[in-house]
């Protein structure tokens, strides 16, 4: 054999009876080695798995998997199993689809890669989004991932856009399987091995909730003052840290593990420029849901708030830096180190959806140069936030500097009702210059007044 357990050119078959060519290996993890290979539709990728771990159950695990037929963009999802073709290799693997190069881990994230230089406040927080979308799609299925953590989600810089791997964990819920979870994203509950505590939906939120927090503090929400005091962080200080005496960092009636300024500078820095929506889901779900796992921010929360967050970054005038602003808040000072002035903020397109039967309380966009609508901003309810279906921009005038309108880049014609009363269409492709008290009609229910 050759760099692994399976050699170049060794056949391979599928369930259905194709057969595949092993090419190289991509890598290996806990639980078997990744390789590229050859099949009649082009390159996939093949996890094989350790003969101790190639079970029954496994077996089982991912055949009910591929079998609820289920086919997300966000996913690496099992596709078919794969056995020797000529029964001499125990054991088996299973055929996903290769991970675009695009993607990158957020361990690269962490550790400052060159590749993630274009990383920005703005697609941190549409990654947060579509990860938590990603897991609430999982969760309707009634399937919990079971080992939510930073090494199974891949994210591009550019875009936010976000691939769930390793999947073959996954399991519906009230189902056994082998895999816990990893200790530093795991409940609680789990980590002190508990009488009758099962991975299930419920912990998932605990571990998103973790993996959430890293992404946008740089750090673990429960590794202050007390994780710096250990000197060996060995299996029995890890369960206390995380297990039998959790504490999260900014708890408010509990300081006992504050982060340290001295050591922990980045996210004494980053908590302070997290917006206070923001703040109180994570106290909520890492003091109350440390100890009731019912206390735990569902997905639905945590998007409503990434959404309103995302929906008001805005950029400082004086150093560029992108900060995260409250809904509807008071103008902050711009978290930049050298900088600290107070930010100008844009005027906010305060909008509002759907018919008298079903209305949707009112929502802010900040009207920043370059700012945009998306079709989801004019749904009730979207299911996905797409980033690539914009309906309007916020355009400068091209003759005068300073001057901004909002050009329409829907298929179809507004209705705009400036503040003296007069009334006219905005035909795609048109803009109507922007103004305290404009209001915009979109169609289909929607609506938007400009506030300072």
Same mark, same amino acid.
């Given at each position: 054999?050759?760099?692994?357990?399976?050699?170049?050119?060794?056949?391979?078959?599928?369930?259905?009876?194709?057969?595949?060519?092993?090419?190289?290996?991509?890598?290996?993890?806990?639980?078997?080695?990744?390789?590229?290979?050859?099949?009649?539709?082009?390159? @996939?990728?093949?996890?094989?798995?350790?003969?101790?771990?190639?079970?029954?159950?496994?077996?089982?695990?991912?055949?009910?998997?591929?079998?609820?037929?289920?086919?997300?963009?966000?996913?690496?999802?099992?596709?078919?199993?794969?056995?020797?073709?000529?029964?001499?290799?125990?054991?088996?693997?299973?055929?996903?689809?290769?991970?675009?190069? @695009?993607?990158?881990?957020?361990?690269?994230?962490?550790?400052?890669?060159?590749?993630?230089?274009?990383?920005?406040?703005?697609?941190?927080?549409?990654?947060?989004?579509?990860?938590?979308?990603?897991?609430?799609?999982?969760?309707?299925?009634?399937?919990?991932?079971?080992?939510?953590?930073?090494?199974?989600?891949?994210?591009?810089?550019?875009?936010?856009?976000?691939?769930?791997?390793?999947?073959?964990?996954?399991?519906?819920?009230?189902?056994?399987?082998?895999?816990?979870?990893?200790?530093?994203?795991?409940?609680?509950?789990?980590?002190?091995?508990?009488?009758?505590?099962?991975?299930?939906?419920?912990?998932?939120?605990?571990?998103?909730?973790?993996?959430?927090?890293?992404?946008?503090?740089?750090?673990?929400?429960?590794?202050?003052?007390?994780?710096?005091?250990?000197?060996?962080?060995?299996?029995?200080?890890?369960?206390?840290?995380?297990?039998?005496?959790?504490?999260?960092?900014?708890?408010?009636?509990?300081?006992?593990?504050?982060?340290?300024?001295?050591?922990?500078?980045?996210?004494?820095?980053?908590?302070?420029?997290?917006?206070?929506?923001?703040?109180?889901?994570?106290?909520?779900?890492?003091?109350?849901? $440390?100890? #009731?796992?019912?206390?735990?921010?569902?997905?639905?929360?945590?998007?409503?708030?990434?959404?309103?967050?995302? #929906?008001?970054?805005?950029?400082?005038?004086?150093?560029?830096?992108?900060?995260?602003?409250?809904?509807?808040?008071?103008?902050?000072?711009?978290?930049?180190?050298?900088?600290?002035?107070?930010?100008?903020?844009?005027?906010?397109?305060?909008?509002?959806?759907?018919?008298?039967?079903?209305?949707?309380?009112?929502?802010?966009?900040?009207?920043?140069?370059?700012?945009?609508?998306?079709?989801?901003?004019?749904?009730?309810?979207?299911?996905?936030?797409?980033?690539?279906?914009?309906?309007?921009?916020?355009?400068?005038?091209?003759?005068? @500097?300073?001057?901004?309108?909002?050009?329409?880049?829907?298929?179809?014609?507004?209705?705009?009702?400036?503040?003296?009363?007069?009334?006219?269409?905005?035909?795609?492709?048109?803009?109507?210059?922007?103004?305290?008290?404009?209001? $915009?009609?979109?169609?289909?229910?929607?609506?938007?007044?400009?506030?300072?």
């Amino acid at each position: 054999m050759v760099n692994g357990m399976l050699a170049p050119g060794q056949t391979l078959v599928t369930e259905e009876g194709e057969k595949l060519k092993v090419a190289d290996m991509f890598g290996s993890g806990g639980q078997g080695e990744v390789y590229r290979v050859r099949t009649r539709k082009g390159e @996939r990728a093949l996890k094989w798995y350790y003969p101790q771990l190639a079970d029954g159950r496994q077996r089982q695990i991912l055949e009910g998997l591929i079998g609820c037929g289920w086919s997300d963009d966000r996913f690496l999802w099992p596709q078919t199993v794969v056995v020797d073709a000529d029964g001499k290799l125990p054991g088996f693997g299973y055929l996903m689809d290769v991970r675009p190069e @695009r993607f990158h881990d957020l361990p690269a994230l962490f550790r400052r890669d060159p590749a993630l230089a274009a990383t920005t406040q703005r697609t941190l927080v549409m990654a947060a989004l579509h990860t938590v979308e990603a897991y609430r799609a999982l969760h309707g299925k009634g399937i919990a991932y079971r080992d939510i953590n930073w090494g199974n989600i891949f994210f591009d810089p550019h875009t936010g856009d976000v691939l769930v791997c390793d999947n073959d964990n996954a399991v519906f819920e009230g189902e056994s399987a082998g895999v816990a979870g990893t200790m530093d994203f795991m409940a609680p509950e789990l980590v002190r091995g508990e009488r009758g505590a099962q991975p299930g939906i419920q912990s998932d939120l605990h571990s998103l909730a973790v993996l959430l927090f890293l992404l946008l503090m740089n750090h673990h929400p429960l590794e202050g003052a007390q994780a710096l005091q250990i000197r060996c962080m060995d299996e029995n200080a890890r369960k206390k840290l995380y297990g039998t005496d959790p504490v999260f960092l900014y708890d408010p009636n509990d300081k006992r593990n504050r982060p340290v300024p001295e050591e922990q500078q980045t996210v004494v820095a980053t908590w302070g420029a997290l917006p206070p929506t923001l703040r109180e889901l994570f106290v909520e779900t890492f003091t109350e849901g $440390l100890k #009731d796992p019912n206390r735990r921010v569902r997905e639905g929360t945590w998007l409503t708030a990434l959404s309103e967050v995302l #929906d008001t970054i805005c950029t400082c005038a004086s150093c560029g830096r992108q900060n995260l602003t409250e809904p509807d808040g008071p103008a902050p000072q711009c978290w930049g180190q050298n900088c600290r002035r107070p930010l100008t903020l844009p005027p906010r397109l305060q909008l509002t959806t759907g018919t008298a039967m079903m209305r949707s309380k009112p929502r802010s966009v900040r009207l920043g140069p370059q700012a945009r609508l998306y079709a989801h901003h004019l749904a009730v309810e979207a299911e996905r936030h797409d980033f690539s279906a914009v309906v309007a921009q916020v355009t400068e005038h091209p003759k005068q @500097r300073g001057r901004f309108g909002i050009t329409n880049r829907s298929q179809n014609s507004w209705t705009a009702r400036r503040s003296d009363g007069s009334v006219h269409d905005v035909d795609p492709g048109r803009t109507v210059a922007l103004s305290t008290g404009l209001q $915009l009609e979109f169609g289909g229910g929607a609506e938007a007044v400009v506030r300072d």
